[in-house]
């Protein structure tokens, strides 16, 4: 089976982006990734539960995240939450696609004289 | 609550994904519920996730079956990523969003609005009527001597009886005539429009009863005794709430009592537009008009209608009606024995041409077009100014690799979203100013359709399109042209000069648009204030013409008795005059056979030691028979002699009271007082001229003057059928209903009594005017509001797009006031060269427009000068923030940005 090219997904929603950044940091269930989203975004990005588990059923289908165990120290009450982590994929496309974007904002930069560009 | 919303979610959702994720969701959605403050916002939030969910699901799904199976469709999905972005980058900038949703609603709503009127007026014609290109109605032009050539729709029956038996040209000739009745009886009486027709007419035009049945040949005898009639369906809405067994019972017209046979399907008119309430056998119209109706000449009451035989062309079927009416003609009148028959389409009016209202409507039409496009060009002058702002922004992505086409589909997406959005609105648009305008310009008018139909929605999603593509054009076409290295190089604000040529061509386009409208506004409003101060003769608003309805005098067996009665019901007017007169709010009253705008009358008229009267244009001189106090009632002056006494009636001398017209015209340079006429045939005695009254007009706005004069009441011979008039300053309704209660209340064989002002009989004849300064003012004040914030947006941008130059120069040390001067002069320049092109375009079009207008030059010079006065004003008004926005600029700021 020929490796999957991380190149080839690129590039991602800023969903998917925020999702993979957030389980990058560490495993995390529904709830806790919304909240570490919209703690990431600055508040910019709200999840909304429908639309987060359909990102999540995507990312499982194309081998992004994957489940995982609950991690010791997790105080939850409740043995029906899951938690997820990305595969060795979904890290090396997060790692593709923040490549990708360093590189943009550097070429932006470069045209605004080193400045932080303001494009619109 | 959050939680429940989505437990009713789970049920939707596809069952694999239920199962994996069902539980899951629901903890995590109850964990929200119990950390987030319940705000609204929230509420809605989650309810739009919980509908747009499942519906996104189900898609994606589709899609990684259809992916699987190897059919792929990423065209279409990379489509919907841009309309997403499309949408995104308009959120991003609200207020342009707004301004040109509104632009556009407005434009495509008035379109919409007026398509659904031309479709009915120009279009479609009266519904119900199969193959409606092959129906015609006849006309007849003639020229009587010493008279213009004239045009009428008003035949007898006696032409449409020889069409109908000798002319092979028509597969099926019809009559129609619609006369006012009267339905029910006392409080319930209301006037209901009926028409009278052959009962050809229904096979004919192909139209199918809604229930029962139209009447046949045998219900509508010679005799016009016919108990049957054919109700509307609004009249079967309306006075009997749509009972499915209406056939069989009765209605009460004109005293009369009807078995309802059929009704009529929803919104059928017969051949022409106007309401009709109950259809009848033609001949019992026919009986009330004359009593030899089947073989007079000499009274036309009835519209002929016909359906051309299959291969006839309309010029065919004029000769042959021509030939027809020219063999069987047995009247005595030399010019209709020489008349030229001719046919038409339903669209023309009655003097078969196309009706004043349809050529206002086409007008109109084009006016409504001019608006878009004044919308489309303000449109496209702000996506201009948008697309520089955004140059850089397309560049990088095209530094980037995005496809050319891409970014040109992007732009052009951007603008049919805009279009479909303004186009959305505008129906809305539509619907408020297509009521209003029915209602309030084509009152008269059965609309048998809501304003919206689904052709009006296609022909507006249609136009936003066109109008989408044609306003993206320009952008995309900009940016598919970028020099992308360039663009990344320099600064946004500069490169400037090309750009704004092109903005400043579309605000003058959009400056001279909007001046062609307002100068036609101006014209009809000139129009419509020359013709409502125009000097009738009479003081038509302050005059209540008051008319009754009797119960039939054939109910008086014939004999002594009926001659009785109908004796003491002509004088009836006389007795009721004194107890009108004490009618508080009752200045003056008068009896009168012949009004002004109402009946007109002519009888043979000589005058002694002379061979002819000198003939006019406009006919006559026409006569009419008054009472004492006549001339005061109608406020027309009597210039010389006197006016009608007391003493002036039945038996006593005969005298007269002629127009100054009438004096001037047979007596030239002579006095007409003391002068005879010799009235009525044979060998009358001598009327004595006493008076000269002023000049009236008789029936027509537009009318050729016409001598007229007037005789006392009672000494009319040949001619009657008396009118009440009132002189009241309150015409609102208290007086009338006095009125009223006075009639009813002294003779019981009255039936109903109408009284409306004298104004209203003229006001459907100000119709044109109204309609065309009503809908150009309109048009033309959204227009000028348009083109004033194109010039405002296009100065502004023009400041920012010179801010570079304009703080050199400051640093140079020019003053704030060159600077006002420099922004002032850019955009007085604009206003003036729209003010130039639009007044030469106003009056290239007028000659076209002249024909519309009342007693107004296409060219005046009041209207022409006051719109290019407003037209600048308004655009130094659009220039006034721009330019203290100029002047506040701070040189080193901008330098330095640079």
Redesign the interface.
């Known amino acids: 089976v020929p490796r999957p090219d991380p190149a080839d997904f690129l590039p991602l929603k800023s969903d998917v982006l925020l999702i993979l950044l957030a389980l990058a940091a560490r495993p995390l269930h529904g709830y806790g990734i919304i909240r570490d989203v919209e703690a990431r975004s600055e508040g910019q990005v709200v999840l909304q539960t429908g639309a987060l588990y359909r990102t999540l059923r995507r990312l499982l289908g194309d081998d992004f995240i994957e489940e995982c165990p609950r991690p010791s120290g997790e105080d939850s009450d409740d043995e029906r939450r899951r938690y997820y982590q990305p595969t060795p994929l979904g890290r090396a496309v997060l790692q593709a696609e923040v490549d990708r974007m360093s590189r943009l904002v550097r070429a932006a930069r470069l045209t605004a004289g080193g400045k932080l560009p303001r494009l619109l | 609550m959050v939680e429940r919303l ?1 437990r009713i ?1 789970l049920r939707w959702l596809p069952r694999d ?1 239920r199962e ?2 069902g ?3 629901l ?3 109850r ?2 519920d119990a950390e987030r403050p319940r705000r609204p916002w929230t509420a809605v ?2 309810m739009s ?2 509908i ?3 519906i ?2 189900h898609a ?1 799904l589709r899609r ?1 079956r259809r992916l699987a199976t190897g059919r792929r469709r990423v065209p279409m999905e990379s489509l919907v990523r841009d309309v997403g972005f499309a949408l995104r980058g308009l959120r ?1 900038d609200p207020v342009f969003t707004l301004f040109v949703g509104v632009t556009l609603a407005l434009g495509i709503g008035a379109n919409a609005a007026m398509f659904g009127i031309a479709d009915r007026l120009l279009l479609s014609g009266p519904t119900h009527v199969q193959d409606a290109g092959r129906v015609v109605r006849l006309y007849s032009t003639e020229l009587p001597p010493g008279m213009r050539e004239f045009t009428t729709s008003g035949f007898g029956y006696i032409t449409f009886d020889l069409l109908r038996r000798d002319a092979r040209a028509f597969e099926q000739v019809a009559t129609f005539a619609r006369n006012d009745g009267v339905a029910g009886r006392g409080a319930d009486a209301r006037t209901v429009k009926v028409a009278f027709t052959s009962a050809s007419l229904f096979p004919l035009l192909g139209v199918r009863p809604a229930l029962g049945r139209f009447f046949t040949e045998a219900e509508d005898p010679p005799t016009g005794v016919s108990g049957v009639v054919v109700l509307s369906d609004r009249a079967w809405r309306d006075w009997f709430g749509a009972a499915p067994d209406v056939v069989g019972r009765t209605v009460t017209l004109n005293d009369e009592s009807l078995e309802v046979i059929g009704v009529a399907p929803p919104g059928f008119t017969g051949p022409q537009l106007g309401r009709v309430d109950l259809w009848r056998p033609g001949n019992a119209l026919a009986v009330r008009v004359t009593n030899n109706f089947q073989s007079a000449w000499n009274s036309q009451w009835l519209q002929v209608i016909g359906r051309l035989a299959p291969g006839v062309t309309r010029e065919q079927a004029g000769a042959e009606a021509t030939a027809v009416h020219r063999r069987g003609y047995t009247g005595g009148e030399p010019s209709t024995a020489q008349a030229r028959l001719h046919v038409a389409g339903l669209g023309a009016n009655d003097a078969g041409v196309e009706a004043i209202e349809v050529r206002v409507l086409r007008w109109l039409t084009g006016v409504t077009l001019v608006v878009l496009l004044i919308a489309c060009a303000n449109v496209a002058n702000l996506l201009l100014a948008r697309g520089v ?2 140059t ?2 397309v560049a ?1 992505r095209a ?2 690799g995005a496809a050319r086409w891409r970014l040109v589909r992007l732009l052009l997406i951007e603008s049919v979203l805009l279009s479909l959005a303004g186009a959305a609105a505008g129906v809305f648009v539509a619907h408020l100013v297509g009521n209003a305008a029915r209602q309030v310009l084509f009152e008269a008018i059965e609309w048998s359709s809501p304003p919206i139909d689904v052709r009006v929605l296609i022909a507006s999603a249609g136009l936003a399109m066109i109008t989408g593509l044609l306003i993206g054009a320009v952008p995309a076409w900009r940016a598919s042209r970028g020099d992308v290295s360039a663009a ?2 320099t600064g946004v604000r500069e490169g400037g000069g090309r750009r704004s040529r092109l903005r400043t061509a579309l605000t003058v386009t959009q400056a001279a648009l909007s001046v062609v409208l307002l100068v036609g506004a101006g014209l009809f409003v000139k129009s419509l204030w020359t013709v409502r101060t125009l000097d009738l003769g009479v003081d038509a608003d302050r005059i209540l013409v008051v008319e009754t309805t009797r119960e039939s005098l054939a109910r008086i067996p014939a004999g002594p008795a009926r001659e009785a009665e109908r004796q003491r019901r002509r004088l009836f007017f006389f007795e009721a005059l004194e107890r009108v007169r004490a009618v508080p709010g009752v200045e003056q009253a008068s009896v009168a056979i012949g009004t002004p705008f109402g009946n007109r009358f002519t009888v043979r008229l000589r005058v002694a030691d002379r061979a002819e009267l000198p003939r006019l244009p406009g006919g006559g001189p026409g006569i009419s028979a008054v009472s004492a106090g006549y001339f005061e009632t109608a406020g027309t002056p009597i210039r010389r002699g006197r006016a009608f006494t007391q003493e002036d009636g039945p038996g006593t001398a005969p005298v007269a009271i002629v127009s100054e017209l009438m004096a001037s015209t047979i007596w030239p340079g002579g006095d007409a007082i003391g002068q005879c006429l010799l009235i009525g045939d044979g060998t009358p005695a001598c009327t004595r001229v006493v008076g000269v009254a002023g000049n009236t007009y008789r029936s027509r706005l537009r009318e050729d003057p016409v001598m007229h004069y007037y005789i006392p009441a009672g000494q009319e011979a040949g001619f009657g059928g008396a009118a009440l008039l009132v002189r009241t300053p309150d015409t609102g309704g208290v007086v009338s209903g006095e009125i009223r209660r006075v009639f009813t209340g002294l003779d019981g064989s009255i039936v109903y009594v109408t009284a409306e002002t004298m104004q209203s009989r003229i006001d459907p004849q100000m119709r044109p005017w109204r309609l065309g300064a009503t809908v150009f003012a309109l048009s033309g004040l959204l227009a000028l509001v348009v083109a004033g914030i194109g010039i405002y947006s296009a100065m502004s941008y023009l400041v920012a797009d010179r801010r570079g130059e304009i703080s050199v120069r400051m640093a140079l040390g020019a003053q704030g006031r060159d600077i006002t001067r420099l922004v002032l002069r850019g955009s007085l320049l604009m206003a003036v060269a729209g003010v130039a092109i639009g007044e030469v375009m106003a009056a290239s079009l007028g000659r076209y427009v002249e024909p519309l207008l009342f007693n107004t030059s296409p060219r005046d010079p009041v209207v022409f000068f006051g719109i290019a006065g407003l037209l600048i004003a308004v655009a130094l008004a659009g220039t006034l923030v721009p330019a203290l926005r100029a002047r506040r600029i701070n040189a080193v700021d901008a330098l330095k940005g640079s």
């Open positions: 989505y979610l994904f994996r994720f539980t899951e969701m903890d995590t959605a964990a929200l939030r989650a996730d919980a747009v969910t499942p996104s699901l994606e990684d991003r702002r955004r850089r922004e990088i530094a980037l990344l190089r």
